[in-house]
């Protein structure tokens, strides 16, 4: 859960960023031709300094965050965003004051937390004190400049609905994505479970040959992980028919099961252990030459002779092993199958390689 949280807060931080540096871009855009053609002369304009003064922001804001986006630095942006609400919402608050509230007109402060409110992901809690300080703030401008008593309550209270309006848009906003980011990620876990289950046994939890068919031809055909050099085991277990017949076929499925388990103790972590198919499986052994798979097999197979099944049982398995030399798939795992007959014709629990 807290590694879902702060994915989450991530991707939240990232969004924000993302929509703060494409508005602020077209705002800013916007406002500096405006403020070129007031200066032409093209229209009267008693705001310059006010624009100017957001305009003047953005221009040192806007590159700041982007350079911080550019390196992922989240924890920083993820501060760095508040400034732009708090300084946008301050210039609304002061901006509607200042030009308009004589015409008892909220206007620009309803745009700015609403735009906020609904363009924004902001953490609940966040959100509440951001707008509740801005509220504060706005009702303070407007005392100082409406002295109609009646004037200021009739200001305040819609004020007062527009502020809670917005806490309500931000709220939602964020629980709505919160939901969606949650659900994406059972989404994935539930891919990653059927993906896991299409790709392994379900007895033994061990990669199934299918996995095995496309790991060796991408070994084979591009070279990877094992590059060109790896050794392939095919195992066997002795009797295992006689061991169902004597002991049922539970506990011939304890047998399946504690040789996979011994597999994967006595192999690398870079080696690929697979189910072939009933009591077979498949060792490929990365960058191992045949001294080495010999001696790998070698521990494999007394290991498991020394083992008892149910602390009753004692099993045995005989190994066929050949070097990756350029062969397809198929010649490999029959040259390793051939071998793997030939140490069953000489007695069984050997190894031939």
């Known amino acids: 859960m807290i590694e879902s949280t702060s994915t989450f807060k991530s991707s939240m931080t990232k969004n924000n960023i993302v929509r703060i540096l494409i508005l602020g871009i077209i705002y800013t855009s916007m406002e500096i031709v405006g403020l070129t053609l007031s200066s032409l002369g093209f229209f009267e304009s008693d705001i310059r300094f006010y624009v100017s003064l957001i305009v003047g922001f953005h221009l040192i804001y806007l590159p700041v965050v982007y350079v911080l986006y550019r390196r992922r630095t989240f924890k920083v942006l993820n501060q760095v965003q508040y400034i732009y609400f708090y300084v946008i919402m301050t210039w609304g ?24 409110s609904a363009l924004f992901i902001i953490r609940p809690l966040i959100s509440r004190i951001m707008y509740a300080l801005n509220f504060i703030f706005f009702a303070s401008l407007i005392y100082i400049n409406v002295s109609d008593i009646l004037v200021f309550n009739q200001l305040v209270f819609k004020s007062l609905i527009v502020t809670v309006i917005a806490v309500l848009i931000s709220n939602s906003n964020y629980n709505v994505r919160k939901k969606l980011s949650d659900s994406q990620k059972d989404l994935l876990l539930v891919n990653e479970k059927l993906k896991d289950q299409a790709l392994k046994d379900s007895l033994t939890k061990l990669y199934n040959n299918g996995y095995l068919f496309d790991f060796l031809d991408k070994a084979v055909n591009n070279k990877v992980y094992c590059g060109n050099k790896f050794s392939f085991l095919m195992i066997d277990i002795d009797d295992f028919k006689g061991i169902n017949d004597q002991y049922g076929h539970l506990f011939g499925d304890q047998v399946i099961k504690t040789v996979a388990n011994k597999l994967e103790v006595l192999t690398r972590d870079i080696d690929i252990v697979c189910r072939y198919g009933g009591e077979e499986f498949v060792v490929i052994l990365c960058h191992a030459d045949l001294e080495v798979a010999s001696q790998i097999a070698e521990r494999i197979r007394s290991e498991i002779e020394r083992e008892k099944v149910e602390g009753k049982v004692g099993v045995t398995v005989s190994i066929g092993g050949a070097l990756y030399q350029n062969q397809a798939p198929l010649a490999l795992i029959k040259e390793a199958d051939d071998k793997l007959y030939m140490a069953k014709n000489a007695g069984k629990n050997r190894v031939v390689i």
């Not at 002061?94 to 906020?116: A, G, H, P, Q, R």
């Open 93 to 116: 608050s002061v901006f509607n004051v200042l030009m308009y509230i004589k015409d008892e007109d909220i206007t620009i402060y309803s745009i700015v937390i609403l735009l906020i």
